[in-house]
Each structure stands twice: as structure tokens, then as C-alpha cells.
């Protein structure tokens, strides 16, 4: 067995490198592991970008990178048809339960949507669950906006009164 160690309480366990070593990895005392950083706030702090890659040597990877502003990319990098894709799946009933496709199609119960911007899919045939439910708390803004270039186009919006229990398109 090997083991790694410091006298002190108080100095963090690093690990350094290079011509001119500066350290790359730090463990604090507390537990937190930082990365790319000598000071973590977190219990995995790491400054750069991460990378995950499948077990089977492929390019295949998911990387995760800050940008600014607050905004976070996750790129899916692989080959196929579903390259650039990503799926949410629920690990207790292996079921995919959200699929945003490489076109940036949303499928919500479909793996495969191909058809719409936003498809939505009901499995089950019992019926017990609406497909989709909009609920607004203000019942005097509009609802739904359908928006387009110009009048002639359709463009209109939903809005409702439940004071009524009445719905307007216009």
C-alpha cells in the first residue's frame, strides 16, 4: 500500500508537476479536492474544462466548460446518427425521459423527435394523465402567444377568464 500525507493539520496535500512545478491537484484538509486551483470551495473544484469519456476507447465524450456570463456548455462529441445529442434518463426505471436530438428537436416520452421542435409522446393508452398542461396563476395576461412575421401569417395568441370559465383566440 502506498500512502500520502502531511505533518500539518493545517497544509493541504498537493501534487505538482512540471518544469517549473506548480500544483495541479490539491486535497485540503477538509476533503475538498481542487483541480486547476489550490484553494476548493467545493468538494470537486475544477477550473477548466471537464471531459467524460466512454469506457470502450471511442471518441465519443461529453464535455463540460464554463463560457461567461454564467453560462455553462455541455458538448456531446461523437459518431452517428445521434451524435451531438443528449438524453435524460431515470436510472431507477431505465426509462428515457427527456431527448434534446442534435437539430436541438425536444422529445419528451420519445427518444426519436423527428417530427417537431417539441414533441411530446403518451406511452400509456390509459388516458389518466393529460398530455400537456398549461397553467397560469395571472388570468389576465395572455396565456399563449403565437407569434409570426406579420398578421397574415396566423399569428394570434390564447387567453383565458376563469372568472367566466371562458377562453379567447385572437
Request: glycine share 14%; charged share 20%.
Amino acid at each position: 500500500a502506498m500512502s500520502f500525507g502531511v505533518s500539518s493539520s493545517v497544509s493541504p496535500l498537493q501534487f505538482w508537476n512540471g518544469g517549473t512545478p506548480s500544483a495541479k491537484m490539491t486535497i485540503e484538509t477538509d476533503g475538498k479536492v481542487g483541480i486547476g486551483t489550490t484553494a476548493p470551495v467545493k468538494e470537486l473544484d475544477v477550473v477548466g474544462e471537464i471531459r467524460i469519456t466512454e469506457t470502450s476507447g471511442g471518441d465519443d465524450h461529453l464535455s463540460i466548460r464554463p463560457y461567461t456570463d454564467g453560462i455553462v456548455y455541455f458538448d456531446a462529441h461523437g459518431a452517428g446518427a445521434d451524435e451531438g445529442g443528449f438524453r435524460f434518463r431515470n436510472i431507477k426505471t431505465g426509462n428515457e425521459a427527456v431527448a434534446i436530438a442534435s437539430d436541438g428537436n425536444v422529445g419528451i416520452g420519445t427518444t426519436t423527435p423527428t417530427t417537431a421542435k417539441v414533441h411530446l409522446m403518451q406511452a400509456s393508452a390509459s388516458g389518466e394523465l393529460p398530455v400537456l398542461k398549461l397553467q397560469q396563476a395571472d388570468e389576465n395576461e395572455t396565456f399563449i402567444d403565437f407569434v409570426g412575421n406579420s398578421e397574415s401569417d396566423g399569428s394570434g395568441s390564447i387567453s383565458s377568464d376563469t372568472t367566466t370559465d371562458s377562453a379567447k383566440f385572437g
